[in-house]
């Protein structure tokens, strides 16, 4: 019996991604083997880490032509040929697009049952950590320090912003367009936002971050990275989480300048981190996630779109930012 749908992707684009690249399909339900559950996917995680995958190998393998497109899942077991793992069980993994795959229990993190499940992809996920580790471990905000942050109408940024608001930062978000931008600042509670779309962005920044900015959390590289860095306070620490303006195309041949330049004048530290590496102190992170979240502090911010046909579509409108929040797919 096909009746695993999934979701290939046929060729990898060299310049921005399209419809044309997937195909669906579908195929037989995978057996699990010894050590193996089979899971049926609930929920697609879209990250615009997706699309960075199709240029090679990053902190994963790349995604290659004609396989099944990779992605993260919150998925059920349905039977299990592994010790510790029971049909009902929900959890976490690479399981691609597509109905069902099967998986070593090693490659699956068991997830508590809560209500509503989406949370598992967003704030108590990988955006939510990320978040909050990129945040708080580099970027070391202070109270009354000036926090920017890009994408920040998007899943991670959306709560990097409200974390900085919570530890008493001035916080200014950089989205594109102007609802996005009244978004941030009229239910988010952000400072101030700048639309980079408008531009005349290192006037509009600088107007809305008067005292320079002591951390910058950077999810998209590039242009954006280039008119923070001046603008930088003599210590100030930028948080390297992405760099989105990098991705769906050819990257960019130079830039951005000012580096290393800026960094020695004003003494700046600039780390990459990846969230993976702090999934040992994940239960400190979701302790203080989960008591904001009830407090009211963080607002959950999700766009979640039916049907595993939309996937393709669902990713390539998030790297043009159609999303707010935390985009996924429901399968
Ligand atoms: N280091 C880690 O461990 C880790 C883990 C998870 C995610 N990440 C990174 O976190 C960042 C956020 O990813 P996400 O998956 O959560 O996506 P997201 O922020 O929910 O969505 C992407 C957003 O990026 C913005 N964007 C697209 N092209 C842009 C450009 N050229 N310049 C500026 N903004 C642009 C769009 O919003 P606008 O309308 O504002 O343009 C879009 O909504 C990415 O860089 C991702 O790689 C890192």
């Known amino acids: 019996m096909t009746d695993n749908r999934q979701i290939l992707l046929i060729e990898k684009p060299t310049g921005k991604l399209g419809p ?5 399909s579908s195929a037989a339900r995978p057996e699990p083997k010894d050590g193996e559950a089979l899971l049926r996917v609930r929920y697609i995680s879209l990250d ?3 699309r960075a995958w199709m240029h090679g190998a990053t902190y994963r393998s790349a995604v290659e032509a004609n396989s099944v497109m990779a992605g993260g899942g919150i998925a059920e077991v349905v039977s299990s040929k592994a010790e510790g793992l029971a049909p009902g069980d929900i959890v976490f993994a690479d399981t691609g697009w597509q109905d069902y795959a099967a998986l070593p229990a090693k490659h699956l993190t068991k997830m508590p049952k809560i209500e509503p499940l989406t949370y598992l992809l967003s704030v108590y996920g990988i955006a939510g950590l990320t978040a909050y580790f990129g945040l708080l471990d580099i970027g070391k905000p202070k109270a009354g320090e000036t926090v920017v942050v890009s994408a920040a109408a998007g899943s991670v940024g959306s709560i990097v912003g409200q974390i ?3 530890k008493g930062c001035h916080v ?3 989205a594109g367009g102007k609802d996005k931008c009244h978004w941030l600042t009229a239910e988010l509670g952000f400072d101030a936002a700048v639309d980079y ?5 290192f006037k509009a920044l600088r107007a809305a971050a008067p005292k320079g900015i002591d951390v910058y959390f950077d999810n998209v590289g590039g242009e954006i990275l280039e008119a923070c860095l001046p603008q930088m306070n003599n210590y100030g620490r930028i948080a390297c989480c992405g760099a989105i303006s990098q991705y769906d195309g050819a990257p960019q041949a130079t830039g951005p300048r000012g580096v290393p330049g800026l960094i020695v004048v004003k003494r700046l530290v600039m780390q990459g981190f990846i969230v993976m590496d702090y999934m040992k102190e994940r239960d400190r992170a979701l302790a203080d996630l989960q008591g904001w979240v009830a407090s ?3 607002k959950v911010q999700e766009d979640i779109i039916d049907g595993l ?3 393709p579509k669902a990713l390539i409108g998030l790297l043009a930012g159609e999303n707010r929040g935390k985009r996924m797919v429901k399968v």
């Open 20 to 24: 044309e690249h997937f195909k669906m």
């Open 48 to 50: 615009a880490a997706n």
């Open 164 to 166: 900085a608001k919570i």
């Open 172 to 174: 200014v978000g950089i």
């Open 197 to 201: 779309k408008d531009g005349a962005l």
């Open 296 to 298: 009211g502090q963080l």
């Open 309 to 311: 046909e939309n996937t």
